[in-house]
């Protein structure tokens, strides 16, 4: 399984981008989840979104709620988190990450519930 993510960039704050993870290589079971992690330097990796493909549900960091919308689709195996209103603070490398089967609710926000990472795509928003 190869995920493959992209969309990163410099942006000013206030600024938008939309990052998308496509996975390659296998099919997921019905109810895999999405997610998405951040790692700014000096710090450890953080939860920032994860998608419940079984129920719909969505799950977002309170940093982030409100300003980031994470979708999918499932036709073209891609998850997709939809910023706006970014901050300097968003400044970090952004990793999707996916899991081949359901999820424990409780998990979803948890790193190591996951299987597959991609490779991380960087994200700097300027003041």
């Known amino acids: 399984v190869q995920l493959q993510a992209s969309g990163g960039g410099l942006v000013q704050a206030g600024g938008s981008l939309r990052l998308s993870c496509t996975a390659s290589?296998?099919?997921?079971?019905?109810?895999?989840?999405g997610g998405w992690f951040r790692q700014a330097p000096g710090k450890e990796r953080e939860f920032v979104a994860a998608i419940d493909t079984w129920t719909g549900s969505t799950y977002y960091s309170d940093s982030v709620k409100g300003r980031f919308t994470i979708s999918r689709d499932r036709a073209k195996n891609t998850v997709y988190l939809q910023m706006k209103g970014l901050k300097p603070d968003d400044t970090a490398v952004y990793y999707c990450a996916a899991r081949n089967g359901r999820i424990v609710t409780s998990h979803i926000t948890r790193a190591g519930a996951y299987d597959f990472w991609g490779q991380g795509t960087e994200v700097t928003v300027s003041s």
């Open positions: 290589g296998r099919t997921f079971a019905a109810g895999s989840p």
